[in-house]
C-alpha cells in the first residue's frame, strides 16, 4: 500500500554534496522509524541514517558530521542531505519506513562519487 519513489542521486566529484528525496504516498509519521540504507557492490548493506517518529537521529560513524537526515511531514519526503562526499560513500541508496512492524523500501538510487 505504501509506496516510496526516490530521487537526487547522480555521479558527483569527492567532495561534493547531494541531497536524497524519498517521497511516500502517505503521511510518513505513521512510520515508527524512517531510514537509508546502501549498499556498494560486493559490500554488506549499511544502514546510514534512522530518524524516529519522535525526531530522533542516528548515524553510522562513517558519515557523522556529514550526513543530515530530515523529514518534511507537509511534503510526505525525507531526505539524506550528503556533503563531504567521498569516494566509499559509492553505493545504492536505500529509503525504508517501517510501519506496524512491516518494511516499506524505495527503488534504490545509484549515488556514485569520482574524479
Known amino acids: 500500500q505504501v509506496q516510496l519513489v526516490e530521487s537526487g542521486g547522480g555521479l558527483v566529484q569527492p567532495g561534493g554534496s547531494l541531497r536524497l528525496s524519498c517521497a511516500a504516498s502517505g503521511s510518513i509519521f505513521s512510520a515508527s522509524v524512517m531510514e537509508w540504507y546502501r549498499q556498494a557492490p560486493g559490500k554488506q548493506r549499511e544502514l546510514v541514517a534512522s530518524?524516529?517518529?519522535?525526531?530522533?537521529?542516528n548515524y553510522a560513524d562513517s558519515v557523522k558530521g556529514r550526513f543530515t537526515i530530515s523529514r518534511d511531514g507537509a511534503k510526505n519526503t525525507m531526505y539524506l542531505q550528503m556533503n563531504s562526499l567521498k569516494p566509499e560513500d559509492t553505493a545504492v541508496y536505500h529509503c525504508?519506513?517501517?510501519?506496524?512492524?512491516?518494511?516499506?523500501w524505495g527503488q534504490g538510487t545509484q549515488v556514485t562519487v569520482s574524479s
Open positions: 530518524i524516529t517518529s519522535g525526531g530522533s537521529t
Open positions: 525504508n519506513l517501517l510501519i506496524m512492524g512491516n518494511n516499506y
